[in-house]
């Protein structure tokens, strides 16, 4: 398998602009997540998704932040408006079952470096 | 809410030597820990899991452990190498979603 697979791998834009990063899941994983990591702050969860459903949002910042996975092999993270602030590494990881089913790992892909100017 | 935290301050250490990490958590009772390694452009990668009723896991020249009491996890590196030079991150369960630590630097030497 590929493993997780993210693109695009740098995105630079400007202010105001709407950016869209894409992941492909590991083949039968059923469990995708979005984390952002800035040097401030760490790694953080942005959402999860079970069987493409969206199971816990609250770590998306505001409504400028949305998530989709219309079906198990494709999931888009969307900034619109894009802002300075914004400017992180994304990574999309996947795993096979969920934490409460006996702590499954993750695998993560190789991260989108976004830059708002 | 939950915490976790790792040293902030990169770990200098000479290849041969013992590397030990440290992650410590509070306000909460994890069911497990888990350890990443990350490698500069790259993502995390799933090292060791422990569970709370295991007091030590070891693969190869890496060795983890959990103290409940203490609320806290060492990560070692015996023999270590300059290979070894990465970020090191923990996690541990929060509701269903793995919390992660800022990460420990580790430079290794030759």
């Known amino acids: 398998d590929a493993g997780v697979i993210q693109s695009p791998r740098h995105e630079v834009t400007e202010m105001g602009q709407e950016v869209t990063l894409r992941c492909k899941p590991i083949?039968?994983?059923?469990?995708l997540f979005w984390y952002r990591q800035t040097m401030m702050r760490g790694l953080e969860l942005l959402i999860y998704f079970n069987n493409n459903v969206p199971i816990d949002d609250s770590g998306m910042p505001e409504d400028r932040f949305s998530a989709k996975m219309p079906n198990a092999s494709f999931s888009t993270l969307k900034i619109q408006p894009s802002e300075p602030r914004d400017s992180a590494v994304y990574f999309c990881?996947?795993?096979?079952?969920?934490?409460?089913?006996?702590?499954?790992?993750?695998?993560f892909g190789p991260g989108t470096r976004l830059l708002v100017l | 809410s939950q915490k976790i935290e790792q040293n902030s301050e990169a770990l200098n250490i000479q290849e041969g030597k013992t590397a030990t990490l440290t992650c410590n958590y509070t306000n909460y009772s994890p069911a497990y820990l888990q350890w990443y390694r990350q490698d500069p452009g790259r993502g995390p990668v799933f090292l060791l899991l422990i569970r709370e009723n295991e007091k030590e896991k070891r693969k190869e020249r890496l060795k983890v452990t959990f103290d409940t009491t203490l609320k806290q996890s060492l990560f070692h590196i015996t023999a270590s190498q300059p290979a070894d030079s990465a970020t090191y991150l923990c996690a541990h369960t929060g509701f269903q979603k793995l919390v992660f630590g800022t990460g420990t630097r580790l430079l290794v030497s030759p």
């Open positions: 990881a996947s795993s096979l079952r969920g934490l409460a089913e006996g702590g499954e790992t993750q695998y």
């Open positions: 083949s039968g994983h059923d469990y």
